[in-house]
């Protein structure tokens, strides 16, 4: 009786490409379980009530059509309330960040990356400074983009990506992006970059977002899926530097 032939492994990602590696922040260096976002969620739920004086129903109501509709509930608030940007990331970004456990595998991880390593977020260099320190991987972060270096237009403005690109001089076929939302790799993935959707099985932390509809598997602006950035990190295939 002939046996069959074993499956032959499937060969790790092929990232001997990237020079540049572009990490979202929120929900993609930190996991979702950790419900850091559930606090900035409920500091802008109670700024919009203060600012429209209205209830905490309608204040989320506001925030997430906000949040669809320009990219950031700050950028819907900016354009149609004249909001101060600097008076709203104040107050929502006044959180407890401890709630983030330390990850030294992805420390590891990030440390044999070979080339830059940038943070592109909506958020700002304070709070990503924050987070970063927290989770212990600040020593391997080059340099934070954020929603200020964007002149406040975010994610997933393409113009946004533009300048980010620019301002870094990065080349986008030569980089990889990992971010926790599919809409924000659609840029990514048309200026020329590999993109890396970092997510749980059962959609993004976000009930929100996941009632927006995501992405499917074959979408064709991720590349890859992971669950756990740091075990991703450790599987792929660099290029030889030395």
Known sequence: MTRPLPL?????????????WVFDL?????????????????????????????????AYRVQKEYYRGHGTTLAGLMKLHNVNP????SVVHD???TVIPPNP??????????????????GT????????????????????????HAEFVPKPH???????????????????MFEDLDRNLEPAHALGM???????????????????GEAGPDAPHVHYRTQDLAAFLSTIRLRNTT
């Open 158 to 176: 393409v113009a946004t990506y533009e300048r980010f690109l620019r301002t870094h001089g990065v080349e986008p076929g030569r980089a990889a």
């Open 125 to 148: 260099v304070a709070h990503a400074t924050r987070v970063l320190n927290q989770i212990g991987v600040q020593d391997h972060v080059e340099e934070i983009f954020d929603i200020v």
């Open 86 to 89: 600097d008076d709203f990331l």
């Open 194 to 212: 590999t993109t890396v959707l970092v997510r749980a099985d059962d959609g993004h932390a976000d009930p929100a977002v996941r009632s927006w």
């Open 8 to 20: 032959e492994p499937d060969p790790a990602p092929d990232f001997t490409h990237v020079e540049a």
């Open 26 to 58: 929120d929900n993609t260096l930190y996991p979702p379980s950790c419900n850091l976002f559930a606090q900035i969620d409920a500091k802008m739920r109670g700024f919009i009530c203060k600012l429209l004086n209205v209830g905490p129903d309608e």
């Open 105 to 122: 595998a992805l420390a590891k991880a990030l440390a044999s990356l070979p080339g830059r390593r940038l943070v592109f977020t909506n």
């Open 95 to 97: 959180i407890d960040v």
